[in-house]
């Protein structure tokens, strides 16, 4: 993710709020000089597929095998009802332009940003192997953690 030309990195997802502003901006997600996504909502999340199976998931995004090489967009309390969660190929990068709202880089500390700056998120050249520690795999590991009933 590059934002005025510095570059951050994240494994999970980047979420764009509007922080302490009391009216919803509006979030306008571009891919080269094609405009996506045009949504008036609290925030949006960019989620690798890491990181669908957190904040993105309690939002109303899909949940997507860590294998899989993709971006996902998921609106945070959307001001429509026609709004869903998008997935793309990361060979292209996401501008997002909007107001005055905050970054926030997997639950780090949030990052203002002002109207003029626009978010750029591209998929880094750094590759993460992941270990299953527990030996369920990944299909189990969300049956257990997420798909049982809570008792």
Do not use: Q, W
Not at 57 to 85: K, Q, V, W, Y
């Amino acid at each position: 993710m590059e934002i005025c030309g510095k570059k951050y990195l994240a494994l999970n997802d980047v979420v764009l709020h509007r922080g302490n502003h009391s009216r919803l901006p509006d979030f306008k997600v571009f891919r080269g000089d094609t405009e996506i996504l045009n949504v008036r909502a609290d925030g949006v999340i960019a989620a690798t597929s890491t990181g669908s199976t957190a904040y993105s998931l309690s939002a109303g995004g899909p949940i997507i095998e860590p294998e899989l090489d993709c971006f996902l967009m998921t609106a945070l309390n959307p001001h429509t009802l026609s709004n869903r969660p998008m997935v793309f190929s990361p060979h292209k990068p996401l501008e997002v332009r909007t107001a005055e709202v905050s970054v926030s880089i997997d639950g780090d500390n949030a990052i203002p940003i002002d109207k003029e700056t626009s978010v750029i998120i591209s998929k880094s050249h750094l590759h993460l192997d992941l270990i299953d520690i527990d030996g369920d795999g990944f299909y189990n590991s969300v049956h257990n953690k997420l798909m049982k009933p809570m008792k």
